[in-house]
């Protein structure tokens, strides 16, 4: 079954230095936590603080041929995960006609921002925080930091040191 879920959080695993993404079912409080990129850490959240850039990131072209050849992206569904390895498609609707394009989940998430379409996951993935914070003795979530800007657009080395500068603590204890 497929639960919509929402962009909760992004941080930086320390142990690798890789970026996390955390998904939130929209509503509960299950939790899918999504190693990725830093280019598509950075692209989801420069939409999601509202940055523009003065040209466009692949993801805003990806954006302007949907809508350019008149389709809507209707969901976004994150599908299954094997050997670490999750896997998503685009749902693509122009007429009558449906296209399910395979996507990686960083990609279709970043997309799916801009278009402001829903985002789903299987149910399977996602895990409680609070099951895990008893199993591990602690009793609250960590608060997520987000970056303040001091104009309406970062440059990429204050948003690489934005993202850079998240602890392990500001999305929680998961491992890949």
């Known amino acids: 079954m497929m639960v919509e879920v929402v962009v909760s959080r992004l941080g930086v695993d320390s142990s690798n230095q890789s970026f996390v993404v955390i ?13 990725i990129g830093q280019p598509e850490a950075e692209s989801i959240v420069m939409q999601m603080q509202d940055i523009k850039r003065a040209r466009p990131l692949t993801h805003d072209l990806c954006k302007s ?12 569904q994150i599908t299954r995960v094997e050997k670490n390895t999750y896997f998503a498609e685009l749902h693509l609707f122009r007429g009558d006609d449906i296209a399910r394009v395979d996507a990686r989940p960083s990609d279709s ?15 399977t993935l996602l895990t409680d925080p609070e099951e895990e914070a008893e199993s591990e003795g602690e009793d609250e979530e960590p608060q997520f930091r987000a970056p303040e800007p001091s104009a309406d657009e970062l440059s990429a080395e204050q948003l690489k040191r934005f993202l850079e500068g998240l602890r ?3 999305f929680g204890k998961f491992n890949p």
């Open 109 to 123: 998430i970043a997309i799916a921002l801009r278009l402001a379409a829903p985002i789903y996951a299987n149910e």
């Open 65 to 76: 041929i949907i809508v350019g050849l008149g389709g809507t992206l209707r969901r976004v």
């Open 168 to 170: 392990p603590e500001d």
């Open 23 to 35: 998904l939130r079912e929209k509503e509960g409080r299950r939790l899918l936590p999504i190693w």
